[in-house]
């Protein structure tokens, strides 16, 4: 069973500061996504990134694959009020087993 | 909107009942998953259906059955509920890739 842990678990910042979430695992993954939920709500897609060391950027969001394709970053630069929720990492190990969900990192950006 | 529709959206009712929550994929996809979340925990992944039949299982309780029709739409069965069922219910779905696209949630509150 791969898992996968997310650090930190929670963060709560002041708007316009810079943050990074991590998502780690022994494992390695196909392709790896990134999710946000918000309170309620059901999760969205942020960002799939599938190459080993791929960045991908999505406004001021920047998502890194892991050059062994292990783990994985998200970078915000510039935080708003508008990025408070639940970031959630998920692995696919390819084939027929089954995606893996990270354990989450609440965040909450402070106006 | 994920083109994911989930119903009902709450639903309330008694320890020792039945409930059947209903999801319906995206138009195309042959996936569809079930998930559980409890307040403030992480996504726990129960059942997945891939075209009409059960590609794999996590931690779903005996109580708990689902099943994928013909049409591709799903039905998660909860019965004998007890109070620690109450949790949100998420469907996804996916074509074949590991990217999947969540529905808004039911939201289960057992008395």
């Known amino acids: 069973t791969q898992l996968l842990e997310q650090s930190p678990q929670f963060l709560s910042i002041q708007e316009g500061e810079n943050l990074t979430v991590y998502c780690n695992s022994s494992?390695?993954?196909?392709?790896l996504q990134w999710y946000r939920q918000e309170p309620g709500e059901g999760p969205v897609l942020l960002v799939t990134v599938v190459t080993g060391g791929e960045v991908k950027k999505l406004k001021r969001l920047t998502f890194q694959f892991g050059d062994a394709r292990k783990d994985s970053s998200l970078h915000i630069t510039a935080a708003q009020p508008g990025d408070t929720g639940l970031y959630l990492c998920a692995g696919d190990p390819g084939g027929y087993q089954k995606v893996t969900f990270g354990t989450g990192t609440k965040l909450q950006v402070i106006p | 909107d994920s083109g994911v529709t989930q119903t009902p959206k709450h639903l309330i009712t008694a320890t020792g009942q039945r409930v059947t929550l209903r999801c319906s994929p995206r138009?195309?996809?042959?996936?569809v998953y079930w998930y559980q979340q409890s307040l403030d925990q992480g996504l726990q992944f129960l059942i997945q259906?891939?075209?009409?039949?059960?590609?794999a299982k996590g931690n779903i309780l005996e109580r708990f059955s689902a099943q994928q029709f013909p049409d591709l739409h799903s039905e998660l069965n909860l019965s004998s509920l007890e109070l620690g069922d109450s949790a949100l219910y998420f469907c996804?779905?996916?074509?074949?890739?590991?990217?999947?696209?969540f529905g808004p949630g039911t939201r289960l509150t057992v008395l």
């Open positions: 259906y891939y075209n009409g039949e059960e590609r």
């Open positions: 996804a779905s996916s074509v074949a890739s590991a990217t999947q696209y």
């Open positions: 494992s390695v993954f196909s392709s």
């Open positions: 138009s195309g996809d042959l996936s």
